[in-house]
């Protein structure tokens, strides 16, 4: 699975929209975009995913560059419960889903 | 997330003890997996069913030793484990394991070795 680039911490002010960017520059065509995140005693929590559109839903932004080696998550209006490390995961669909975490993003909502 | 349920949420236990972490899932997906935790490190995949039936197991130590009765429910059973073992144990499932559909997680079970 293709390796993914995320900065270690971000702030972001409350009410404000979070943008958390990844690099996948090795990524492949049947590889898909996911993000996930976990707030401290927790399990990873299920964001968004994509192939190669923009996505959206109720919780997030997913936009994804023409060239697919970029990826940027959105959160829209940040609150303090949207404290959590993010993590962006490239993965192939064909075989076991395994999914490989990173060192993930450690985002701060601060009010 | 309260499709995925694991149970119990923290177990002490020693290092000559038998326990087993339990795993149900609400989703009505036929995958499910085991993860590992560790403190500073990222998740480890141990074990994946599909159908009731293994398909992967990423060299873990048979001192780890899953069981998957239906695809609702799943167990890892625990024996003569060392302290090295202390970590949050995840379980996860998904709709199939060949799928672009994502896995949802428990909460886990923090696991602690004496």
């Known amino acids: 699975d293709a390796k993914t680039t995320q900065p270690p911490s971000m702030d972001c002010a409350e009410g404000r929209a979070a943008n958390l960017p990844c690099n996948h520059s090795?990524?492949?065509?049947?590889?898909?975009v996911y993000w996930y995140r976990q707030i401290h005693s927790q399990g990873p929590q299920y964001i968004i995913h994509g192939l190669k559109n923009n996505e959206t839903n109720e919780m997030a932004s997913l936009i994804i560059t023409e060239d697919r080696k970029s990826s940027t998550l959105i959160l829209p209006h940040a609150t303090l419960r949207d404290t959590a490390v993010y993590y962006c995961i490239v993965k192939i669909i064909q075989g076991a889903q395994k999914l490989v975490f990173g060192q993930g993003t450690r985002l701060t909502i601060n009010p | 997330e309260t499709g995925v349920t694991q149970t119990p949420r923290h177990l002490v236990m020693g290092m000559t003890n038998k326990k087993s972490l339990k795993c149900e899932q609400h989703l009505g997906h036929n995958a499910m997996y085991w993860y590992k935790q560790s403190a500073k490190k990222p998740l480890e995949l141990m074990f994946v069913y599909s159908l009731e039936e293994r398909v992967e197991n990423n060299s873990v130590p048979s001192r780890f030793s899953p069981e998957c009765p239906n695809s609702s429910h799943l167990f890892l059973h625990l024996h003569t484990l060392q302290p090295e073992d202390s970590a949050l144990y995840l379980c996860?499932?998904?709709?199939?394991?060949?799928?672009?559909?994502?896995?949802?997680f428990g909460d886990g079970t923090r696991l602690s070795i004496l």
């Open positions: 090795t990524i492949s065509g049947n590889e898909y």
């Open positions: 996860a499932s998904s709709q199939d394991k060949s799928t672009n559909q994502p896995q949802h």
